[in-house]
């Protein structure tokens, strides 16, 4: 693995403007290289609205739009919008530009999409501040995983947590919060779809690769090929691949419990892997222990 393969250039602003700039020059000129950008961005994950019970563990307006935190001590306080199911057993983590309605609307999909398989789960959302330029949103995403880690400390039961894209940042952050003191994990399983973090940093030696070695959970890392926002949007961006494009770069050795599943003949774009009747949901449920 080289420093570039493992590198992170969280100091980059990338906003919607700034991808659409990317995909002119790279696609092609003109207005159909940015209109390619703007459908990869907002591909379909089935268009599913949650209902208004719909459960959700919230840390909103915990920062400025600069990433400037707004709460006292040394993390967010997560709130609790709605009532836990009696086991709330997934707990789904989203990705970049993606604000509260759609936070709760894509874990009601990804519950739908589970309640189609022979592991049929209730589902929570855990939504963060995700609607910030692209280097602001890393930090925020850093600064969620102790966060999660606390509320997830406190709940009763084994919890599955399924991450999209940029969540997996936060949830991999709460694994090192987890690895790091003596609290303990209550993680049965990490699903991590379409991961937004550089590939070098889940192999033993990477940045989260020792949190989830020492996870005594499986730790799923679904990637596609298809996935263009991660093959050359978060290429151009960060400067490296992402661990939820083509898994971890040849040669790398992979932490305990950790293994990288080929989703590309089931999950067409960015926003499918979630989707019901599509999607990779059916293979998550399968190697859910």
């Known amino acids: 693995m080289t420093d570039a393969e493992d590198a992170d250039t969280g100091g980059r602003v990338l906003t919607r403007r700034r991808?659409?700039?990317?995909?002119?020059?790279?696609?092609?000129?003109?207005?159909?290289?940015?209109?390619?950008?703007l459908s990869e961005l907002q591909s379909s994950d089935g268009d599913y609205?949650?209902?208004a019970s719909f459960p959700a563990v919230s840390t909103r307006d915990a920062?400025?739009?600069d990433g400037t935190p707004r709460f006292d001590g040394d993390r967010p306080t997560p709130r609790l919008e709605g009532e836990l199911p009696a086991t709330p057993t997934v707990v789904f983590v989203h990705g970049f530009q993606t604000d509260h309605a759609a936070a709760r609307?894509?874990?009601?999909?990804?519950?739908?999409?589970l309640g189609e398989t022979e592991r049929p789960l209730p589902t929570v959302a855990y939504s963060w501040d995700a609607t910030r330029e692209w280097g602001v949103a890393k930090s925020v995403a850093d600064a969620n995983g102790p966060a999660l880690a606390g509320w997830l400390a406190d709940i009763d039961g084994?919890?599955?947590?399924?991450?999209?894209?940029?969540?997996?940042?936060?949830?991999?952050?709460?694994?090192?919060?987890?690895?790091a003191s003596e609290t303990t994990n209550p993680v049965a399983s990490v699903s991590l779809l379409g991961g937004a973090v550089p590939r070098g940093s889940l192999a033993s030696d990477g940045r989260y690769g020792p949190a989830v070695d020492a996870t005594d959970a499986p730790v799923g890392n679904y990637h596609s090929r298809n996935d263009r926002v991660l093959d050359w949007v978060?290429?151009?961006s960060d400067g490296t691949r992402a661990v939820g494009y083509d898994g971890l770069p040849d040669g790398a050795t992979p932490p305990d419990g950790y293994t990288d599943?080929?989703?590309?003949?089931?999950v067409a774009d960015h926003r499918s892997y979630y989707e019901p009747?599509?999607?990779?949901?059916?293979?998550?449920?399968d190697r859910l222990p």
């Open 261 to 266: 599943v080929d989703v590309s003949e089931t």
């Open 234 to 236: 978060y290429r151009l």
């Open 105 to 113: 609307d894509q874990a009601h999909t990804a519950a739908v999409g």
């Open 19 to 37: 991808l659409l700039a990317i995909g002119g020059g790279v696609i092609t000129t003109g207005a159909t290289g940015a209109a390619y950008v």
């Open 49 to 51: 609205t949650a209902p």
């Open 277 to 285: 009747g599509e999607g990779c949901l059916p293979t998550v449920a």
């Open 158 to 179: 084994p919890i599955h947590v399924v991450a999209h894209s940029l969540g997996a940042r936060v949830t991999c952050e709460a694994l090192r919060v987890f690895a």
């Open 63 to 65: 920062f400025a739009e």
